[in-house]
């Protein structure tokens, strides 16, 4: 007879077995149905949380409003329509019915208390003069959703601006993400990552990096790191490494790119491929796989965040949409599989076992 199995692995092996396929993400689209808010779609109230930056009362000079309101101030105001919140001190993503969200509306937190969280610059940048904006209309630091008319799917898109400090951004992975699976089974599975990018003119003397996109496990171990130069070529860094490695792939301004990752944190490898938008022709190019299979150096836990970095510079936009994910679990042996395996393993050390009472008998 054999022995039966605890509750805990039977669900184990069922979760695997029927693990759902792809999926747009929480980060999605960044439209409202996915929990990204811009003042067009409604503005969001301030709570006065205490420990939060002063947010700006409307138009009005007695409140240290001298120009464009900051992104992260609540309300938006002066008629900007398109400019939303900063990711970090709202439910940036955990409201909307999309991909069987909760529903709900955008609402004010404590800052840094949600999914996405600002480590360094950004909109902390913006804080250190609060309540006076230290920038201008062209000189903001955020991650905000923003109102694009030429958003690749929808009327929104995530723009990571980082013009007068660097800035450093996570996001943490949600259930949602990975379509109701917790990022906490994602530790043996194969994970293909799709996106689509549109950077910026405007820092193209830059031929650094301007941007980068890094995925990281529970441990804080970076598996892989995705960016493009101010001049517009896409790089990757493997495994924590220091130094980006430049393609020869170049990303058009005028349309989207797409870019796919391919993790499998059972082998502990990932994968690269993309295609760049080309601006003379007006289309996509061709989708160039650069590498596959590669080492990541370590061995990889489940999958944790997203960390975003960008660099203070005299960039415009970096433009984001179209997140989805595809989860699976790393082959198994099918039950006829193992028992046949296990059968054959318990044969050999039956045989090994004859020859070594052979060998004694003959000794003897």
């Not at 509306?105 to 609060?130: F, H, P, Q, V």
Request: aromatic share 12%; hydrophobic share 40%; glycine share 14%.
């Amino acid at each position: 007879m054999f022995r039966q199995l605890p509750a805990s692995r039977i669900f184990l092996a069922c979760l695997f077995l029927g693990w759902p396929g792809m999926s747009l993400a929480y980060l999605g689209s960044f439209e409202e149905g996915d929990g990204y808010r811009i003042p067009g779609t409604g503005l969001i109230v301030s709570q006065y949380f205490a420990g939060d930056a002063q947010f700006y009362l409307g138009n009005n000079s007695a409140n240290g409003y001298t120009g464009v309101v900051a992104p992260g101030a609540f309300p938006n105001t002066l008629g900007d329509m398109t400019h939303g919140a900063d990711v970090s001190r709202y439910n940036a993503g955990q409201f909307g019915s999309n991909l069987g969200g909760p529903g709900g509306t955008a609402a004010d937190i404590m800052d840094n208390s949600g999914l996405w969280k600002a480590l360094a610059g950004g909109r902390l940048n913006e804080d250190l003069g609060a309540p006076l904006y230290l920038g201008n209309t062209y000189r903001r630091d955020y991650v905000a959703a923003y109102g694009y008319s030429n958003a690749r799917t929808g009327s929104q898109v995530l723009n990571v601006l980082a013009t007068d400090e660097d800035l450093r951004y996570a996001y943490q992975f949600d259930d949602r993400d990975f379509n109701g699976i917790a990022p906490s089974m994602t530790g043996s599975s194969l994970i293909d990552l799709t996106f689509w990018a549109c950077p910026s003119d405007y820092d193209d003397t830059e031929s650094i990096n301007v941007l980068g996109m890094g995925i990281k496990d529970s441990l804080g171990q970076t598996l892989l790191e995705v960016g493009y130069t101010g001049d517009n070529f896409l790089q990757y860094r493997v495994g924590g490494a220091a130094t980006w490695q430049t393609t020869s792939i170049n990303m058009g301004t005028q349309g989207w790119s797409m870019i796919s990752l391919q993790i499998d944190t059972a082998v502990d490898t990932v994968g690269l491929s993309a295609a760049g938008f080309d601006n003379n022709s007006s289309l996509l190019g061709p989708t160039t796989g650069l590498f596959s299979g590669q080492s990541i150096g370590f061995a990889a836990a489940d999958l944790a965040t997203l960390e975003w970095s960008a660099v203070g510079t005299v960039g415009f936009k970096n433009y984001f949409d179209d997140f989805s994910f595809s989860v699976s679990p790393t082959p198994v042996p099918e039950p006829g599989a193992a028992l046949m395996v296990l059968l054959a393993g318990l044969g050999w050390f039956g045989r090994a076992a004859s020859r070594r009472r052979m060998a004694r008998v003959s000794v003897g």
